[in-house]
């Protein structure tokens, strides 16, 4: 694998090129102002300590939830306005994911970053539109997806002209009801010159193992990261919350504060390690 990939400039953050790896975290759906202010203020800060850039993740809409019952946020309107009242408050980098080419409109007027989630990877019109919005874009691989696949996506988002495209891989489909990290898919990925990101808590869930919800297991979320910075990526990915055992989603695979931070410090010293 290339041991420099194209460096993406994200606000005032660097992704890729010779930097040290980034944290996009955040709660997985935005329940609430004070749920969200509070998490962004806590990952800015602990990101400081270590000098960790830093980029925040909340969904304005989870629209791909288990169950017609299932909470999916407070809207595009209240979410991308708590969104923008984020940036700009804390002054960092904010993303979210979007799930159909209308939203784009609005979206990228209020964040630095757009995230097109895992389901939606191949859907060539929403990612030829997020290209042509000219910001950032992350695209989660599919769970269904190989990494040689991911060329395909890349090229896509290529086309129109925008070069700022990042990958995330967040786990392969294994069986029913489980994921697998095949770490070999980083340096795959990465070989086509683009910034690599490693969704550590997405990787641990359990889609649909509840019935009407996802299940998942946060223990192993340090060891895949940590195996993730060893390989080689260019960032973590991570959702966050203050308590997720109450989290109105994706609770059993989140990390709270206090994990984070520990991990965060953890991963660094990996990271220098492995560097020298």
């Not at 329940?31 to 990101?47: D, G, R, W």
């Not at 708590?82 to 804390?90: D, N, S, T, V």
């Not at 683009?194 to 996802?214: C, F, K, L, N, R």
């Not at 990526?233 to 520990?262: R, T, Y």
Request: charged share 25%; hydrophobic share 40%.
């Amino acid at each position: 694998m290339p041991s420099i990939v194209r460096e993406i400039k994200i606000k005032d953050v660097s992704v890729g090129g010779d930097n040290i790896f980034c944290l996009i975290a955040g709660p997985c759906v935005i329940e609430n102002e004070k749920i969200v202010l509070y998490t962004a203020e806590s990952l800015k800060k602990m990101c400081a300590d270590e000098n960790i850039p830093f980029i925040f993740k909340a969904s304005f809409d989870k629209a791909n939830r288990s169950s017609i019952k299932s909470f999916r946020g407070l809207g595009m309107a209240k979410g991308l306005s708590l969104l923008r009242k984020i940036g700009e408050y804390f002054d960092v980098p904010v993303t979210t994911d979007v799930h159909c080419v209308t939203q784009l409109k609005d979206v990228k007027e209020s964040v630095d970053l757009i995230q097109i989630p895992a389901f939606l990877c191949r859907q060539t019109d929403l990612l030829i539109a997020a290209g042509e919005t000219k910001k950032p874009v992350n695209v989660k691989k599919g769970q269904f997806l190989s990494p040689n696949e991911v060329k395909n996506i890349i090229d896509k988002v290529l086309s129109t002209g925008n070069k700022r495209v990042m990958i995330t891989e967040r786990g392969t489909t294994f069986g029913y009801n489980n994921l697998v990290s095949d770490f070999r898919s980083l340096p795959v990925m990465r070989d086509f010159g683009y910034p690599v990101i490693y969704d550590a808590t997405h990787s641990v869930q359990e889609p649909g193992a509840m019935g009407t919800s996802s299940g998942g297991n946060k223990r192993f979320v340090p060891y895949l990261a940590k195996a993730a910075i060893a390989v080689g990526c260019d960032g973590i990915f991570a959702e966050v919350h203050p308590d997720p055992e109450k989290a109105l989603s994706d609770g059993p695979n989140m990390l709270n504060l206090k994990e984070m931070k520990i991990l965060l410090r953890e991963l660094k010293n990996l990271y220098n390690a492995v560097k020298k």
